[in-house]
């Protein structure tokens, strides 16, 4: 139990345009999922925290308006990264939560922005 | 500040034991995690720990010392594909994840 997806698994977009990812937990409900980007040989940050129904919650740094989150279910979060950036080519990666101390990651996505 | 502390890097031998230490200093404690993640991939989880004392799993075990703010990942008869890196990450009061940068633990023949 506990599997978590994303969806797509990679991504190549060109300058300008937005994508979508998605993070579904399978067989369990997340009252809450995170949403972290990891660039080469660093460690995960922490992009935001969302709870279904509710505005997601943005670290410090992280632009609400090019990182649009939407958690409209307890088994679906979506990420959107909007007029995408060349810097902005990344591996995202999601978790979800089932009780506060469990995170089960997605396998991640990576995106590269030509 | 919160801040979690481990080795960048370190190499050891197939079918010996090796220690991966973690320091941490967050605002609060709920636990503190070890993950496994192999080149590309997402981190697999590992342990969690939130009483002091040692947690074994397997050829895994993990220890915590809260009073010291410490803890350490023992991996035993090292194989080949426990090459990767291992991530430590302390649960701070607000249920956030605080994460080390990871340690890359290379293993040789």
């Known amino acids: 139990g506990a599997v978590v997806s994303q969806h797509p698994s990679w991504v190549i977009c060109k300058s300008g345009t937005s994508v979508k990812i998605e993070c579904r937990s399978l067989?369990?409900?997340?009252?809450?999922m995170f949403w972290y980007r990891q660039f080469p040989k660093q460690s995960l940050m922490l992009m935001a925290t969302s709870n279904e129904g509710s505005k997601a919650t943005y670290e410090q740094g992280v632009e609400k308006d090019k990182f649009l989150i939407n958690h409209a279910s307890l088994t679906l979060s979506t990420l959107t990264v909007t007029s995408a950036h060349p810097e902005d080519s990344s591996f995202y990666i999601c978790?979800?939560?089932?009780?506060?101390?469990?995170?089960?990651f997605g396998p991640g996505t990576r995106l590269t922005v030509t | 500040g919160q801040n979690i502390d481990q080795p960048t890097e370190m190499t050891a031998t197939e079918g010996a034991i090796v220690q991966i230490n973690c320091t941490y200093q967050t605002s609060g404690f709920n636990g503190l995690f070890w993950y496994q993640q192999h080149a590309g991939e997402a981190p697999t989880f590992l342990s969690y720990n939130v009483l002091d004392g040692l947690e074994e799993k397997g050829r895994f075990s993990s220890f915590l010392s809260r009073s010291k703010g410490y803890s350490y990942l023992l991996l035993k008869e090292l194989q080949m594909k426990d090459s990767a890196s291992y991530l430590c990450?302390?649960?701070?009061?607000?249920?956030?994840?605080?994460w080390g940068a990871g340690t890359k633990l290379i293993i040789k023949p």
């Open positions: 990450a302390a649960m701070d009061s607000n249920y956030q994840l605080i």
């Open positions: 067989d369990f409900q997340a009252t809450t």
């Open positions: 978790s979800a939560g089932r009780q506060e101390y469990e995170q089960y």
